[in-house]
């Protein structure tokens, strides 16, 4: 069993910025990919990005291309979502997920352990 504990949500103003970060638990973390996805109120959970399990494998969703970057920190069973120039439209609750066969990838329905979400607020 993994347990993911996503942190550092909150409200923002537009331009400004916030890092995620998600803990997980288990041993094993090394091996997983690892993504981050978001649900706005009323709509389907999408792709925001996904990473690797060494961390040299990254993924975007393009409309935060540029703006968001994904890294990991096996050691410290972390992976992180850096979020710079926030826009009103990224305002979502953000989840990080495991796949624990190891495949980055944008389907939520591969992902096998999810955390709870952290709200992302970003006001114009």
């Known amino acids: 069993q993994v347990q993911l504990v996503e942190s550092g949500g909150g409200l923002v103003q537009a331009g400004g910025s916030l890092r995620l970060s998600c803990a997980a638990s288990?041993?094993?973390?090394?091996?997983?990919?690892m993504g981050w996805f978001r649900q706005a109120p009323g709509k389907e959970r999408e792709f925001v990005a996904a990473?690797?399990?060494?961390?040299?494998?990254?993924y975007y969703t393009d409309s935060v291309k540029g703006r968001f970057t994904i890294s990991r920190d096996n050691a410290k069973n972390t992976v992180y979502l850096q979020m710079n120039s926030l826009k009103p439209e990224d305002t979502a609750v953000y989840y990080c997920?495991?796949?624990?066969?190891?495949?980055?990838?944008?389907?939520?329905?591969?992902?096998?352990?999810w955390g709870q979400g952290t709200q992302v607020t970003v006001s114009s």
């Open positions: 990473i690797n399990w060494s961390g040299d494998k990254l």
């Open positions: 997920a495991a796949d624990v066969a190891g495949i980055p990838n944008n389907n939520r329905y591969e992902y096998d352990y």
């Open positions: 288990g041993r094993t973390f090394s091996s997983y990919a």
